[in-house]
């Protein structure tokens, strides 16, 4: 029996990588991982109307390259024919987790891992898929403050946590699928243990109270924090007070316990995909002189970076996927990059959808994609500084936000 015609189907897979290897997140951090601390995973959860079908996995992980989601979307439609276009494929973005993107971000990739990691992601939503099975949908929107806050100065936040509860007809929990945006950077760049952060202390806490499989979906969280500043993480190694594994539980408590408490209504309606391509346009390089002045400050920093520049400053654009998911008709919005907070902010405005579900770091994570274009002027380590951690030439210009934003707001529409 197939309840309002919906299906649900989730699946979880481990993707811990050996000790030993370059931890992704930090320039500060030099040196390589000592231990686990807790296992990272990629969570899978697909939905289905009989028809339509969508599949969404999320990865512990800083990032992934937008060729590379590709890469995992066309693996499992080669195992399931599901369309590559119907798989979003995120990250939590931990700053604990291995190097896995060609920019580094503070560590060297294993391609070995890489390779094995992708195909336990698209292992992970095959198995979603295989485990199809009647379902009820039910959907709510909780309010948490105090766990982010914005690091370049201002006091805008994003306090919801958008659940989405998939269970079986009889209330058996399949999944919880919850959100919130802020970075999972508790552990300093001093920390040298593979962790989750908060995102895997507030599913643990799901998965513990109420069973099923809990999803977590990085919001728009781009200038978001747990309180420090971006040249806390960048230039010094040394360990700063309250960054610490009990404050990572306590933040993945608080989120876990919001989305646990958090009333849902039961919501009906069609399985849908809308999804596009956008190619969002980057700054022009530094000049050659200077990059050799870059190259030769005492330290060090981003001397590497700007010898590769000198040798390739690489593409002026990159291309990079938006989309929007609706499960049971309700509408679950998929941005690349490190979105700004005011994409999520302005897409519920817009639809007039205060539960909207917007999450970053989906589809690629290339870069930093600050929004409104009135940051630029401000400057600051997501405009001036991050691109060069990714390996990117410049930031992206103002158009790039722009032109998500049109996408997604398009989507949302056609989706419906």
Known sequence: MVVNGLLAGAAAADITPPVGGSLAGYAARTSAST??????????????????????????????????????ARDLRERTGIPEEAVAVAVTHTHAGPAVTGGGIG?????????????????????????????????????????????????????????????????????????????????????LRITADWPGYARRHLESRIGGVALFLQGCCGQLNT?????????????????????????????GETALATATEPAAGPVSVAATRVELPLGDPLTPAELRALAGEPDGLWTQWALAQLADPGPAAVEVQVAVHR??????????????????VELRAALGDPALLVAGYTGGVPGYLPYPE???????????????????????????????????????????
Not at 45 to 68: E, F, K, N
Not at 378 to 395: F, V
């Open 327 to 344: 499960w049971g008709g309700v509408p679950l919005v998929f941005l690349p990059c490190e979105p700004f907070v005011e994409f999520a």
């Open 227 to 255: 309180g420090h500043t971006a040249l806390d993480s960048l230039r010094g190694a040394e360990p700063r007070p309250g960054r610490t594994f009990e404050a990572a539980r306590r933040f993945g408590t608080l989120v």
């Open 107 to 191: 560590g060297v990739a294993d391609p070995r891992y890489v390779e094995d990691a992708c195909s336990r992601l698209a292992g992970a939503g095959e198995a979603a898929i295989a485990a199809l099975a009647p379902a009820v949908l039910r959907r709510g929107c909780g309010t948490l403050h105090g766990v982010a806050h914005n690091r370049r100065g201002g006091t805008l936040t994003d306090p919801a946590v958008p659940v989405i509860r998939l269970e079986r007809p009889d209330g058996e929990p399949i999944a919880t699928v919850f959100s919130h945006a802020c970075h999972p950077v508790t552990l300093g760049p001093d920390n």
């Open 374 to 416: 009135t940051h630029y002027a401000d400057g600051g380590y997501e405009i001036c500084e991050a691109h060069r951690a990714y390996g990117l030439r410049a930031a992206f210009t103002p158009d790039a936000g722009r032109l998500v934003m049109a996408a997604a707001r398009a989507l949302a529409g056609e989706a419906g």
């Open 35 to 72: 231990a686990v601390h807790d296992p990272l995973r990629a969570t899978a959860v697909a939905v289905s109307d009989g028809t339509a079908t969508s599949v969404v996995i999320c990865a512990d992980l800083i990032a992934l390259d937008p060729d590379t989601t590709r890469r995992i």
